[in-house]
């Protein structure tokens, strides 16, 4: 038996298993720097992929309006096309817009000039629906490879990754997000009296990649619930823009 074969094997493995952490792992750094945190624990930054949605994200904007809320919407590029108006009003909102590809393809397996064009036919759709361009990026699913975050750079935007992603892109009872979102108010109330810096990155959707008008009234009730009570825990509620660099009030 060559003994080379078994070590040979546990050393690939070994890097697949690094590739995969880096690739998949929403805070690992190994394939350029993200941004995964909030810089104050009284800062929740919460965000929205896969919109616009025109069956969510106009009852998403009244209910954000009702609680005072701004967040930042991570879009897909062809839905841009289908619903500009959506786009439009969200912005003038006062929520922050964001790049989340053209067609939401997994770019782990892509090409550096076809992740590229992803990046940029998203922008271009931001930019002729807003006339201003996006500075923060999403990856769908959060793949990366070792070229995503690069080409995110090139063309002027910064990576965004988050703490918490509850699983809310399937039909579900409300219950169960109210349950998996439970961590924020837990960090909330820990982290008065703990050495916690930061602050945490929500990943909501309020869209569906596969098709326009996916189902997420779940994620509304849920928001429903925890909205009045993450600001009764003392939570500010800032768009990824505002979760660094700008002093909590
Ligand atoms: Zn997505």
Redesign the pocket.
């Known amino acids: 038996m060559n003994p080379l074969v078994p070590i040979g094997s546990s050393l690939a493995a070994a890097c697949a298993g690094l590739i995969a952490y880096g690739a998949v792992y929403p805070r690992a750094q190994l394939f350029g720097p993200t941004l995964c945190r909030t810089d104050s624990p009284r800062k929740l930054a919460i965000t929205f ?2 919109g616009p949605n025109p069956a969510i994200t106009p009852k998403l904007l009244a209910l954000l309006e009702k609680h005072k809320a701004r967040a930042t919407f ?1 879009v ?1 590029g062809r839905y841009v096309h289908e619903c500009p108006e959506i786009l439009r009003e969200t912005a003038a909102r006062g929520h922050l817009i964001a790049n ?1 590809t053209q067609t ?1 393809p997994n770019l782990f397996w892509m090409s550096a000039g076809a992740i590229h064009n992803e990046l940029r036919q998203c922008l271009e759709a931001i930019g002729g629906a807003l006339n201003s361009s996006a500075k923060w990026f ?1 990856p ?2 959060g793949f990366r490879n070792p070229w995503v975050v690069k080409e995110a750079t090139e063309l002027g935007m910064r990576t965004v990754m988050w703490t918490l992603i509850p699983g809310d ?1 399937t039909p579900q009872p409300p219950e169960k997000l109210i349950g998996n979102l439970q961590p924020i108010a837990d960090h909330a109330q820990g982290a008065s009296g703990s050495a916690s810096s930061t602050g945490d990155i929500l990943c909501l ?1 309020d869209g569906g ?1 596969r098709e326009l008008n996916a189902d997420r009234t779940h994620t509304l009730r849920a928001l429903e619930h925890w909205l009045p009570r993450w600001r009764d825990a003392g939570l500010e509620f800032v768009t990824i823009e505002e979760a660094v660099g700008t002093p909590a009030t």
């Open positions: 992929d896969d991570f897909v989340h939401h999403r769908p699913f892109w959707h990649h």
